[in-house]
């Protein structure tokens, strides 16, 4: 049967009170981080008597991309009192253990080297894991209380620390030892980070936060936990300062270049480069205003998406793909408020906000797939496209972050010029109805929602923005809050939208080129390149009988003069190709949003919506 998810907003036990029985209890040993090997242990107390199953997620919530974490799986045994016990594989996530009298325990290896926020990962400078990656699921058990014992690793690594949000019931000062869960939902929805790590302090709404920040990285401390402590406040504002937690914790990995999160009932994983975190002295730069970006992100997601959930997501066992066409409110919507957070936490003015709006516009206009791929659709294909791109994944798909954002925008726009109700208020009914009350949301919920404290037949524009491939309304709605939207020319490849001094120069051919490399990532679709037979992963060679590299590229394409015919060399595998192309005109895909001059109703409107 499905396993219907729980979400507490509380511990449910305290950590010395007697555990409820029956009891699932794991072991969890990083034993050999040179080797990449975590040994895993579980016991059930009272296996089925029928033969007790044990199952292995296929996916982690938040990321909708099939995974496989069983593959990883090595040295399984299972044994109860009186010895060893049979057991035999059902499928590529489940196993069945002969009858046996209880209790039973499974010990396996798992092979832990995905640098990423969604599986595990050991090494000699540190540890991460996802339950989902590591924890065997007791088939018939998943409601019985959890006790996780989280062991030392072996010399010389035994001086590690480790954090995680999951409840201590015996841990010691460097965070070993026992934690406790209500179930095996909660139990796989802590991370934990294991290492020598940097740990910064704060405090939002009485309820201790912390930077866990594995990797070397020198950075303003101070910076971080001000800047994370207005983010997260705004968002509590917002919801009414509710849920009550008894900690959050963002355990960020720091590398030489990364980006990305995964969410948590009370955490999230992040991965940034070095200069995403702040430097003393050096102000609001681009890439730590992207890095509290994801932190924005990250953090909303604690309501929106683990309290505020999909159904069909909060049902699902985890063993296949569980569909829905909602992603652009889960994700989409979260994008959305991610910035406009650190606008209302005073992180960044107004108009630096529309140069974000501008930047995710922007990416929509350069992406072909928008005019092939509904929002809905992108959002109910997630599992076999967004996930796996490939060169021409821009020309055939749109992103339900990217789009499914700027659908919000019109929402909340469309909602403050013909009704009393904003965005916001459909989000705080949500989480009333949905989060506070720990139940899922029916497919389409959002919509339907919005039409009722509304009182507003939204029914043609949801149909528009996210079962159709027409354009947004951008230019129309901004325009009726005293926001002017341009379409231009860029300026250059580093041109991501937004306000600029520099004039367009040049032209193109229609490809991408992969970072650092001149290999062709991808083709432009109806483009020059694509038209003359150029694909993704073509080696370029020369232009004109020059020489190409990727430093070269950017200067070599602003000094074309379109209609100019070229020549172009490359290699496909081991073979040397050519293709004539003529250079085109600039396409008009770049946007910036600035404030125009305002007065009365729209002045008003701007003002309530961001304050400008």
């Known amino acids: 049967m499905p396993l219907r998810r729980r979400l507490p907003t509380i511990a449910p036990f305290a950590p010395n009170s007697p555990l409820p029985v029956p009891v699932t209890r794991y072991t969890v040993h990083p034993a050999d981080p040179a080797a990449h090997r975590f040994r895993v242990g579980v016991t059930v107390e009272q296996p089925d008597p029928q033969g007790q199953v044990f199952a292995l997620p296929a996916w982690i919530r938040g990321s909708y991309l099939v995974r496989d974490f069983a593959k990883h799986v090595s040295g399984l045994s299972a044994r109860d009192a009186g010895g060893p016990v049979a057991w035999q594989r059902l499928d590529k996530t489940a196993l069945r253990c002969a009858p046996c009298q209880g209790p039973l325990s499974l010990e396996y290896d798992v092979y832990a ?27 018939g058990r998943e409601r019985d209380a959890v006790e996780l014992v989280l062991q030392r690793p072996p010399a010389p690594f035994a001086h590690w620390r480790a954090a995680t949000a999951m409840t201590p019931a015996a841990v010691d000062a460097a965070g070993f030892g026992t934690y406790r869960a209500a179930d095996y939902e909660e139990a796989t929805d802590h991370p934990f980070e294991l290492g020598d790590f940097q740990r910064v302090d704060f405090e939002v709404d009485r309820i201790p936060h912390a930077f866990v920040v594995a990797g070397r990285a020198e950075f303003d401390a101070a910076r971080l936990a001000q800047d994370a402590t207005r983010i997260c406040g705004a968002q509590r504002a917002l919801f009414g300062h509710e849920p009550a937690l008894d900690r959050y914790l963002f355990l960020a990995r720091v590398t030489g270049a990364g980006y990305g999160g995964l969410e948590h009932r009370a955490s999230s994983a992040l991965i940034c480069s070095r200069a995403d975190l702040p430097r003393a002295g050096a102000g609001l730069t681009r890439e730590y205003r992207t890095f509290l ?3 924005s992100h990250e953090y909303f997601h604690l309501w929106n998406v683990k309290r505020i959930t999909p159904q069909a ?4 066992d985890l063993r296949r793909e569980a569909y829905t066409g909602d992603l652009w409110h889960y994700e989409g919507v979260t994008s959305y408020y991610d910035d406009l957070a650190l606008l209302h936490a005073g992180v960044v003015d107004a108009a630096t906000y529309l140069d974000l709006l501008a930047e995710n516009a922007t990416r929509l206009e350069r992406t072909p797939g928008r005019t092939q791929q509904t929002l809905a659709d992108a959002s109910f294909e997630a599992w076999i496209k967004y996930y796996q791109p490939d060169e021409n994944t821009p020309n055939a798909t749109v992103s339900y972050y990217v789009k499914g954002s700027l659908a919000a925008l019109c929402l909340d726009l469309t909602l403050r010029l013909r009704s009393r109700v904003t ?25 339907a929602l919005a039409q009722e404290l509304s009182g507003l037949d939204l029914s043609r524009e949801f149909d528009a923005w996210l079962r159709s491939t027409q354009e947004l309304p951008l230019e129309a709605l901004l325009s009726q809050f005293g926001v002017q939207a341009l379409r231009r020319a860029a300026t250059g490849d580093a041109d991501a939208g937004g306000r600029t001094s520099q004039k367009p120069a040049g032209a193109t051919v229609g490809l991408k080129l992969r970072p650092g ?11 020059p390149a694509q038209r003359a037979g150029v694909s993704g992963g073509d080696l370029l060679l020369a232009l004109d009988g020059l020489r190409i590299g990727a430093a070269s590229w950017p200067s070599r394409m602003a000094a074309l003069v379109p209609g100019r015919e070229l020549e172009l060399h490359f290699f496909r595998g081991d073979e040397l190709l050519s293709a004539r192309l ?4 600039l396409p008009l895909d770049t946007w910036t949003f600035t404030l125009a001059e305002a007065t009365g109703e729209v002045l008003e409107r701007r003002k309530k919506w961001i304050g400008a």
């Open 113 to 139: 080297y995905d640098d990423s926020v969604r599986k595990a990962f050991l090494d000699t400078r540190r540890g991460f894991f996802n339950g989902s990656s590591l924890l065997y699921r007791p088939v």
């Open 293 to 295: 970006g994801l932190v």
């Open 313 to 316: 997501l909060a049902e699902s």
């Open 423 to 447: 965005l916001d208020d459909i989000l705080r009914e949500l989480w009333r109805r949905f989060g506070r009350e720990a139940r899922p949301v029916p497919e389409r919920g959002l919509e």
């Open 517 to 527: 490399e001149p290999v062709v990532a991808h083709v432009v679709a109806g483009g």
């Open 582 to 585: 003529a250079a085109e005109p």
